[in-house]
């Protein structure tokens, strides 16, 4: 009687014992690691990826929008009477808003991918003239179609959606005071650009006085946010050449 070795074949001979392979063992493992050090890494989908998709589809529907405004200016002046100078000023402050919400819209994208509060501030500062001229052509300009007002809440809401997650993308990328007090004021005065665009949308009735005070405090407003665009402009050029 004789034990029988477990490494032994029918012949009698030793079978050599596996090889064992530590480096691909290793590699393995880190590579596993890696794979988890990367699904730590990647942020979850919220208002940072949520503002590129909706600064995408506001981009395309803006320039639709506004190609509309100007393709009815002509079909309007034919059947009716434009006061003396209105339609120019119209046409020029279709130029503005396209300029307006084109750097409004390429800041808050590009501060977003930075993670750049003050970029971000100056998008919400360009964000409120664009949003005020919108404004205008859906409630305040000379002669109102029933498809202006239409449009016009399309693109307000488009707007407004962009610059709220503008203002928490800048909030979350604030890293000193000076960067949440950009982001503060440059969100709170978008606020109230998008509380007076919507009332200014929203009031069908208004008189001459009434229309005459929308349209005062709209230029301050604009005139405070592109102010506040250019000034946060400034802050993060110098910034960057201090880096």
Known sequence: MHDEHPNTDASGAREPAPLLHPANDRRDSERADKDTDDAQQDPPAGPVVYLE?????????LKIHLLIVV??????AFWLRYPSGWMYLEVALVILCFLFQHACLFLGSFGNKTESSTILGA???????ATLIVSYFAGLQVYLLHIDPVFGIISLALLSTVLLLAAVAGLRAATRVLDLMVVASMGALAIGAVALAATVTF???SDYPT????LTVGAVFSGLGLLGG????CLALRDALRE
């Open 53 to 61: 998709v909706l600064v995408f589809f506001c981009g395309k529907w």
């Open 71 to 76: 393709l009815l200016m002509p079909i309007k």
């Open 123 to 129: 998008s919400l500062g360009f964000g409120v003239p």
């Open 203 to 205: 009031n069908t009735e």
């Open 211 to 214: 229309t005459q005070r929308a």
């Open 230 to 233: 250019v000034g946060s402009c």
